[in-house]
Nanobody, 126 residues
């Protein structure tokens, strides 16, 4: 069973950058799809990005394509979300999630993931 620990959130001005980290403890990400979701204030949780194990093609929400990059460092048991060109509408609590055996259509749905981190706050000021 993998446990997820996020870090890297903070407050930045619009146009700035942050890099979020999701580190596995009690195991590794071997075989897991790891994704990022976010929950803006007063809104429902939404999919941001995903990286399937053994598949180098990442998945992104349209709202973050071209600005966010997901990557993995297996040696460090860490998945990153590099966020550039941040906008006030990116303000949210960001969560990483992981699970095995997800088909592509399931990647976008938080309910299909069994493992979640505690969340990290990202605030983008205008």
């Amino acid at each position: 069973q993998v446990q997820l620990v996020e870090s890297g959130g903070g407050t930045v001005q619009a146009g700035g950058s942050l890099r979020l980290s999701c580190t596995a403890s009690g195991g590794s990400f071997s075989g897991y799809t790891v994704s990022w979701f976010r929950q803006p204030p007063g809104k429902e949780r939404e999919f941001v990005s995903a990286l399937k194990w053994g598949n180098s093609n990442p998945y992104y929400a349209d709202s973050v394509k071209g600005r966010f990059t997901i990557s993995r460092d297996s040696a460090k048991k860490t998945v990153y979300l590099q966020m550039n060109g941040l906008k006030p509408e990116d303000t949210a609590v960001y969560y990483c999630a992981a699970d095995r055996g997800l088909i592509t259509s399931s990647l976008y749905i938080g309910g299909h993931y069994d493992y979640w981190g505690q969340g990290t706050q990202v605030t983008v000021s205008s």
